[in-house]
């Protein structure tokens, strides 16, 4: 802590402590001699031409000669509501105001000759201009500033940029604009002041510090429309263009958009951000006029967002009237009892095929039986026939020889009566 404070004294004490004193001074110096160079209302100055400030007093001379002289304003006489005084061929004006402004003669009251005239303008010192940038794209920086309202003398402006200490051009747009060229120096911060001049003074604006990257905001977008999409009542397909002032760099260096639209009776906006030019809309009211707005940002977030551009009106897909909607009804009605008969009549199919399946096999079933009747009633019949051929005592036929059947024929008729009777 003492060492810390011992060199913070020397410090002080020594020459370095005095130069940074100075330091401040010699800047607003340097400053106030720039301003100095650009404040210059002599250039401004024109021969019969006297500038004066409202509530200042002004006296003109007419003719050392003559002290008999008629004085007039704008060719008549000077009204009351300007203060003045003449004696001795001498005007005076005192605490004037704008109604003094004009061209002032003196003329003899004795031969009606022209002695003098001038032109006095009466105004105010120039205000502090309110500066702004902007860069339309990445090659140039636009700046305006605000204008002098109401004030009958001239005011010149004088723009000056630099680049480390290295002056930028700024080429006159109109009286309140200028374009600087700015060589895509994103990371190159610009001090930019602008000065305005008249013949009772000057004021410079704050100077603007930035860099590009900072004021980037591109111009408004174009041709921004929107368009229903057939059949569709809940869609519009939205599109718009790039500013004219930034196609020329679309290749390299792109921007996001961000789309606003609402119903025209709705109370909020409702927000989208694409990297295209278009969008369609998916949840627009049926039937029901929208807003449509876009806006245009570097792709990367660099700067601000450009202004909104003109409001558009569309609407969804519309039908033209009941009857159309009527048909479409009508359609659906029809697909949907087409498609109703086609499920009946598989299922009648599926059903009737069944039927005749089992049907068949039933039929089947039975002439398969049938054919094994038949065969067994043949086999009968050729066995009767063969029976008839046998004796028919019965003593033949050993008493024993009944009780075992493995001794007679099974398809013998009289077994088969045997065996009934048993």
């Not at 794209?137 to 000056?160: A, D, F, L």
Request: hydrophobic residues 35%.
């Amino acid at each position: 802590m003492f060492f810390r404070d011992s060199v913070k004294a020397r410090f002080e004490m020594g020459p370095h402590w005095i130069y940074l004193k100075l330091l401040p001074i010699l800047f607003a110096s340097l400053n106030t001699k720039g301003i100095q160079e650009i404040c210059n209302p002599d250039d401004l100055k024109e021969a019969g031409v006297q500038a004066a400030a409202v509530g200042s007093d002004v006296h003109l001379i007419c003719n050392n000669t003559e002290h008999d002289v008629q004085w007039n304003l704008n060719g008549e006489v000077i009204p009351e509501s300007v203060n003045h005084v003449t004696r001795d061929g001498h005007l005076n004006l005192t605490d004037i105001n704008l109604e003094a402004n004009g061209t002032y003669t003196c003329r003899s009251k004795r031969s009606g000759a022209h002695l003098y005239s001038s032109t006095l303008l009466v105004g105010y010192p120039p205000k502090r201009p309110s500066l702004s940038c902007r860069s339309p794209n990445v090659n140039t920086i636009q700046c305006t500033w605000s204008t002098e309202q109401n004030n009958s003398i001239p005011t010149k402006y004088v723009i000056t940029c630099k680049i480390s200490e290295n002056e930028k051009k700024c080429v006159f747009k109109s009286t309140n604009t200028c374009t600087i060229e700015a060589n895509l120096q994103f990371l190159v911060v610009y001090k930019i002041t602008v000065t305005s001049v008249n013949e009772l003074g000057c004021s410079a604006s704050e100077t603007l510090t930035r860099h590009q990257r900072d004021i980037l905001q591109p111009d408004p977008c174009t041709a921004l429309q929107g368009q229903p999409v057939q059949g569709e009542d809940q869609q519009i397909w939205v599109t718009w263009q790039y500013p004219p002032t930034w196609m020329k760099h679309r290749g390299l260096y792109l921007l996001r958009f961000k789309l606003q639209y609402k119903a025209t009776l709705a109370s909020r906006y409702q927000e989208i951000i694409t990297d295209k030019t278009e969008y369609v809309i998916m949840d627009a009211r049926p039937g029901a006029q929208h807003v449509l707005l876009v806006s245009g940002q570097d792709k990367y977030g660099n700067g601000q967002w450009s202004i909104w551009s003109q409001e558009v009106i569309a609407s969804p897909w519309k039908h033209n009237n009941r009857k159309s909607r009527d048909t479409k009804t009508i359609y659906k009605v029809f697909l949907l009892v087409a498609i109703c008969i086609i499920v009946f009549l598989l299922l009648v199919g599926v059903v009737a095929l069944t039927i005749v399946l089992r049907r068949h096999t039933l039929q089947h079933r039975q002439m398969s039986g049938d054919r094994q009747t038949q065969q067994r009633l043949k086999t009968y019949e050729e066995n009767v026939s063969h029976v008839e051929l046998l004796p028919t005592e019965p003593s033949v036929i050993a008493a024993d020889s009944l009780t075992q059947p493995s001794n007679i024929d099974h398809m013998n008729p009289e077994y088969f009566l045997f065996r009934n009777e048993g």
